[in-house]
């Protein structure tokens, strides 16, 4: 059951909207009553009583309909009588002055307030326009108008969304469906019309008709909207949250036809990149369990078809991803629900976009493990099968695949798990070293982090990992890096460091001149990154003390 905002108003509530649409009635009333005891303008005022009468039926019919009608927004109810309201206090205004005035002021006074009358006219058939239209919309029991009211003539968007929210709470199935998808159009690239659509009561039918398994048409449809309003939102996807609907959210994800759970796990995936809050509640509502069972289930054997069986994975694996990115109890969650297995798999037998969602999934778990020991040792032990899978995955798509975007997260993940290996590791250390010299800049870049952190102070086995990297030629590679004049050439400067303080006495080193490109670029680097003041100066003073000659010709930098 979502929790509140209630969709199904309570006594109260329904008394308090009651309350609401009787304060301008008695307030009309009262209008009517002045407007019969005034003497001048008669007919002016006799006018005005017969359009606040009109109003008045009006809003007595909206009591009526509402009184009769479960599960309605109120929103645009309020929104219209309080307009309504306005509208009467400022025609009970111009009454009392006309019952005020007499006597010679009188034709004065009816001179100069002709202009008075007319816009309050104005108003009052606006208000009248409002009303019919929300009457249309209540009495047609689908919600469909397709004409804009007074109150909304200058932002149609708001018109349309009370239309189609109208329509999710009232109509057939279809149209229902009908009003989801142009509810998730008008918010798509739009982030003004989602606050409208979440301010105006769009959310909450959005998601009670996802709950409903009657039209799995209507679910997509539904779920798909939602993913277009949540999409960059924090504020509707905190709402989704307090409202308590990510279990139902989970639950249709476990038990729902295929082509709806694609877009409910798109739904999971939006609000688990927006929101942390999200990212717990679905831990909590076990969302890992469904998501990896899908991923691992062998469809051939569901009336399922390949382009579908591919869209469902695909959606599992990027929620799985986008689940992972930095929660520590999600990637709990995956792992002990064999996750990490899961994704071995697929990224050994698939390609495409599903090869990549799981790499980005292994890639965020291998980050949060990276920071917590616990899920590290549990998660990556590396006699464990999943873990070993997932290694000889990553290594094989560092080595194998040629597109970057599979390259880079796999060394990301290899990186995050640099503590988990001890002594040395060529086979891990090797194919990270071969990619110091690819081409393409970011993967070189990204090789360069990941054997930083093989080799940092941090790291218990550095030396042993700096030595792997000298045995396997690394520093040529590494040098030939350092003279591409690139932004990210900081890394490359960061591991040469490293290898400075760990092997810092290798003839390796001192050929390949790395005191005098240290010194090169020291300065302009540190100017940039003054945090690595000190790193420079310790690898200085290390390579200095192993390089005969070094201290008659090295020059100060100041460091």
């Not at 001048?40 to 009769?68: F, M």
């Not at 109509?171 to 998808?181: I, L, M, N």
């Not at 080595?399 to 796999?410: G, K």
């Not at 070293?433 to 940092?456: H, M, P, T, W, Y």
Request: glycine residues 6%; contains cysteine.
């Amino acid at each position: 059951m979502m929790g509140k905002p209630n969709p199904n108003p309570a006594p109260e509530e329904e008394k308090s909207l009651r309350d609401e649409l009787l304060g301008p009635i008695l307030l009309g009333e009262r209008v009517i009553k002045l407007a019969q005891e005034a003497e001048s303008p008669k007919v002016d005022c006799t006018e005005l009583a017969r359009k606040v009468q009109v109003v008045c039926d009006n809003l007595r019919s909206v009591v009526r309909v509402v009184s009769g009608t479960q599960c309605v927004n109120e929103r645009p109810i309020r929104r219209i009588v309080g307009e309504v309201s306005k509208n009467i206090e400022r025609t009970l205004a111009l009454i009392r002055k006309c019952k005020k005035h007499g006597g010679v002021l009188r034709q004065v006074f009816s001179m100069t307030t002709t202009a008075d009358f007319r816009k309050v006219r104005s108003l009052l058939e606006s208000s009248n326009g409002d009303l019919v239209w929300l009457l249309t919309i209540l009495d047609s029991k689908d919600g469909t108008n397709v004409s804009l009211p007074p109150i909304a003539s200058n932002d149609p968007i708001l018109a349309w969304v009370w239309t189609f929210t109208y329509t999710l709470q009232l109509g057939q199935p279809k149209d229902r469906a009908e009003a989801a998808t142009e509810l998730g159009s008008l918010a798509r690239d739009n982030d003004r019309t989602k606050f409208i659509i979440l301010d105006e009561g769009g959310v909450m039918p959005l998601l009670k008709l996802l709950k409903e398994a009657s039209s799995p048409a209507a679910q997509v449809a539904a779920a798909n909207a939602l993913v277009n309003i949540t999409t960059n939102q924090d504020r509707v996807v905190t709402f989704i949250v307090e409202s308590h609907a990510v279990p139902i959210i989970v639950q249709v994800l476990g038990d729902s036809p295929m082509r709806v759970r694609v877009s409910v796990a798109n739904l999971v995936s939006a609000m688990a990149e927006q929101h942390e809050l999200a990212r717990e509640e679905f831990v909590r509502a076990n969302v890992a369990r469904p998501l990896v069972s899908l991923l691992s289930m062998d469809m051939g054997t569901v009336l399922t078809s390949p382009e579908l069986r591919n869209e469902v994975k695909v959606s599992c694996a990027k929620a799985l991803w986008k689940l992972s990115n930095g929660c520590l109890s999600s990637c709990r969650k995956i792992t002990e629900t064999k996750g990490l297995l899961c994704l071995a798999k697929i990224i050994e037998s698939e390609s495409g976009e599903l090869q990549l969602n799981c790499l980005m999934a292994v890639m965020e778990i291998a980050a949060v493990a990276e920071s917590n020991a616990d899920l590290r040792r549990a998660a990556f032990k590396r006699t464990a099968p999943a873990a070993k899978a997932v290694l000889d995955q990553l290594l094989r798509v560092v080595q194998e695949e040629s597109d970057p975007a599979l390259r880079i997260p796999a060394i990301k993940a290899i990186g995050s798990l640099a503590r988990n290996f001890s002594g040395k590791v060529p086979q891990v250390i090797g194919p990270l070293v071969a990619q110091l010299g690819n081409r393409d800049v970011d993967v070189a870049s990204e090789a360069a982090i990941a054997l930083g952190k093989f080799v940092c102070p941090d790291n218990y086995n550095c030396v042993d990992h700096s030595k792997a990297i000298l045995e396997l030629d690394g520093i040529p590679k590494l040098m030939s890096l350092l003279q591409i004049n690139d932004r990210q050439q900081v890394h490359g400067l960061k591991l040469l460091c490293y290898l400075a303080l760990n092997v810092g006495n290798s003839r390796v080193l001192e050929q390949e001149r790395a005191l005098n490109t240290l010194e090169r670029f020291a300065r302009p680097v540190q100017a940039q990154h003054p945090d690595l003041k000190d790193l420079f100066a310790k690898a200085l003073h290390h390579l200095t003390l192993y390089q005969p000659g070094a201290q008659l010709h090295r020059q100060p930098l100041g460091l």
